[in-house]
């Protein structure tokens, strides 16, 4: 009988995580479709009001510039960012597909940035970003410029060094950080806190009694350098978080896309409705 239950309890609980993906899947989708009829509805408005196309003799017989395109989603961004009711302070952007493109990658990065997200956290549990690191972010600060043109000033971005966390920064002042993290950043992160501990008892600058949960998140927290990340957009079909900051997602929100490749600002920002249209009870 013990098999049994065993059996029908991982049928159980296996169920329940693909009813919790389909029900992720479903909302994006409609709030996709609701987003895009309420950006055209937008779009007539101000495009016409803010560059003045409305008197133009030809108006009717010609397209809106590429650069104009551009200039009314950024825009559009950034009122997005004000409209949610809430908006994460910090991102994890979780990739689980076998294949990264950087360019996808960085747009989302810069689309975080257009919105008001002040941290943005990179993880893939192959370590191909964390090898890659300068290729990343010169692609992060190549989108930076063809997505946000002369705004691009104003969102200035910081690298943490995942070596001793010093920041990189690129700009006149910082408004965004961007972090890479690997599998190393996961567990093995625990150990070293716990290893460094043990060195302070050592040292006799600590007892051992005096290791508690708030003395181990000091210790993780001060290896970071960032915020514990409120929102985790995982890219792929495994359902699994495959060792994203374990200790820091206590209270994290995830939700699950089908793909990060040809992804496109809607589907980023329907997550991001998402997230703000969720209660979060923290643990009540």
Same mark, same amino acid.
């Given at each position: 009988?013990?098999?049994?239950?065993?059996f029908v309890w991982r049928m159980l609980h296996a169920l329940l995580h693909l009813q919790r993906t389909l029900l992720s899947?479903?909302?994006?989708?409609?709030?996709?479709?609701?987003?895009?009829l309420w950006r055209r509805a937008v779009a007539a408005v101000l495009v016409p009001a803010v560059f003045g196309f409305q008197?133009?003799?030809?108006?009717?017989?010609?397209?809106?510039?590429? @650069?104009?395109?551009?200039? *009314?989603?950024?825009?559009?961004?950034?009122?997005?960012?004000?409209?949610?009711?809430?908006?994460?302070?910090?991102?994890?952007?979780?990739?689980?597909?076998?294949?990264?493109?950087?360019?996808?990658?960085? %747009?989302?990065? &810069?689309? *975080?940035?257009? &919105? @008001?997200?002040?941290?943005?956290?990179?993880?893939? %549990?192959?370590?191909?970003?964390?090898? %890659?690191?300068?290729?990343?972010?010169?692609?992060?600060?190549?989108?930076?410029?063809?997505?946000?043109?002369?705004?691009?000033?104003?969102?200035?971005?910081?690298?943490?060094?995942?070596?001793?966390?010093?920041?990189?920064?690129?700009?006149?002042? *910082?408004?965004?950080?961007?972090? &890479?993290?690997?599998?190393?950043?996961?567990?093995?992160?625990?150990?070293?806190?716990?290893?460094?501990?043990?060195?302070? &008892?050592?040292?006799?600058?600590?007892?051992?009694?005096?290791?508690?949960?708030?003395?181990?998140?000091?210790?993780?927290?001060?290896?970071?350098?960032?915020?514990?990340?409120?929102?985790?957009?995982?890219?792929?079909?495994?359902?699994?978080?495959?060792?994203?900051?374990?200790?820091?997602?206590?209270?994290?929100?995830?939700?699950?896309?089908?793909?990060?490749?040809?992804?496109?600002?809607?589907?980023?920002?329907?997550?991001?409705?998402?997230?703000?249209? *969720?209660?979060?009870?923290?643990?009540?």
């Open positions: 009988m013990a098999v049994v239950y065993e899947w479903f909302r994006i989708r409609i709030w996709n479709w609701t987003w895009r008197n133009h003799p030809h108006n009717n017989k010609k397209l809106v510039p590429t @650069g104009c395109k551009k200039s *009314c989603c950024r825009v559009l961004w950034k009122s997005d960012g004000k409209s949610l009711e809430k908006l994460p302070l910090h991102i994890g952007l979780l990739i689980a597909e076998e294949e990264p493109r950087y360019t996808d990658i960085a %747009n989302l990065v &810069v689309w *975080c940035m257009a &919105v @008001g997200i002040s941290y943005v956290s990179v993880y893939d %549990n192959q370590g191909i970003f964390r090898r %890659n690191n300068s290729r990343l972010m010169d692609e992060i600060l190549k989108q930076q410029q063809e997505l946000l043109g002369l705004d691009s000033l104003k969102y200035s971005v910081e690298f943490l060094n995942n070596s001793n966390d010093k920041p990189e920064q690129q700009g006149l002042s *910082c408004q965004a950080t961007v972090k &890479v993290l690997s599998p190393d950043d996961g567990k093995p992160g625990i150990v070293t806190a716990a290893q460094k501990f043990c060195q302070l &008892v050592e040292q006799q600058q600590k007892r051992s009694t005096d290791l508690d949960v708030n003395m181990l998140d000091s210790l993780l927290r001060g290896t970071k350098g960032m915020p514990d990340p409120d929102l985790v957009m995982k890219f792929g079909t495994v359902d699994s978080t495959l060792g994203f900051l374990p200790w820091h997602i206590r209270l994290t929100e995830i939700i699950s896309l089908p793909s990060h490749i040809n992804i496109t600002y809607e589907h980023f920002f329907s997550a991001l409705k998402c997230y703000a249209g *969720c209660e979060q009870r923290l643990g009540k």
